[in-house]
């Protein structure tokens, strides 16, 4: 009997209420529980595996390139992380405002570390995130141009509500890549959200952009009123693995 309805949750995949039915059918649990109870427990299960599946899924869509949980981020006072700012930015209540959010530093610093884990947060309160490494997104951009799938990847970067670019700046943009940015931008103006991250700080960007009326054009939507977090000190990689004559090769 209790076999026929293991097979039947299994098969309809209600795999949160299987795993729980099972193993309260295994401890002998079934009987410790009232008719209520024991349909609240399984149906908690289900809802809790659905919500953690679900989870699963956006975090894989979005793309990170660092596996960074809020709670993992180190606050050293040294490179001035202020843990009152991020822990509020990962509340997400800036997506909802369509607001941005600025990550400025040297290299090592810990940028995307630092974005990677305010998108991780955003996947878990159930918004579509996708992380982006500045320079590969407009080469594949470039590529869509060529290959007629162009329109196909601007529309998947519009539908994201958090959108992460980092390493902004660490190419100067061309006359297409420009286009494109702005593009981007303008899609998402007033609707979601943006996290760039960079080395150079904000008052360069002007110049690595390039062209004055685009660069305005871009500049003026993104800065204006965005969250900045500008982390100082040493890099982070060099406080794990020091340089020295033997290790740099
Ligand atoms: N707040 C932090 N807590 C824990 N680990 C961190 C933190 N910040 C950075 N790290 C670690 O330090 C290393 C460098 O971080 P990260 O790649 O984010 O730096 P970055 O500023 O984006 O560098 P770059 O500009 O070169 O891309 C990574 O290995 C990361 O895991």
Redesign the pocket.
């Known amino acids: 009997m209790n076999q026929d309805t293991l097979d039947k949750l299994r098969k309809m995949k209600f795999f949160g209420m299987f795993h729980a039915f099972k193993s309260s059918v295994e401890t002998g649990k079934t009987n410790d529980y009232t008719a209520d109870e024991l349909l609240g427990h399984l149906v908690d299960a289900e809802w809790d595996d659905r919500q953690n599946r679900r989870i699963e899924r956006t975090i894989l869509y979005a793309k990170f390139r660092?596996k960074a949980a809020i709670e993992?981020?180190?606050y050293h006072a040294e490179r001035s992380?202020d843990r009152n700012q991020i822990m509020r930015l990962a509340e997400c209540t800036f997506i909802d405002r369509f607001e941005n959010i600025l990550v400025t530093?040297s290299?090592?610093?810990?940028?995307?570390?630092?974005a990677s884990a305010i998108g991780h947060q955003a996947c878990i309160q159930g918004y579509r995130v996708f992380y982006a490494s500045t320079p590969k997104l407009f080469a594949k951009l470039k590529m869509a141009k060529a290959d007629g799938s162009y329109i196909k990847e601007i529309a998947k970067l519009e539908r994201t509500q958090l959108l992460i670019l980092?390493?902004f700046g660490i190419q100067p943009f061309d006359a297409q890549s420009r286009a494109a940015l702005l593009e981007i931008i303008e899609d998402r103006h007033g609707k979601t959200s943006l996290i760039i991250?960079s080395?150079l700080p904000v008052s360069k960007w002007f110049e690595v952009i390039g062209e004055k009326t685009i660069a305005d054009a871009i500049l003026d939507r993104i800065v204006h009123d965005a969250h900045r977090i500008e982390?100082k000190g040493e890099?982070?990689?060099r406080k794990?693995t020091p340089i020295t004559a033997n290790n740099l090769e």
Do not use: F, N
């Open positions: 660092y993992d981020v180190h992380i530093g290299t090592g610093i810990g940028k995307s570390y630092v980092d390493d991250t080395q982390l890099s982070m990689r794990r």
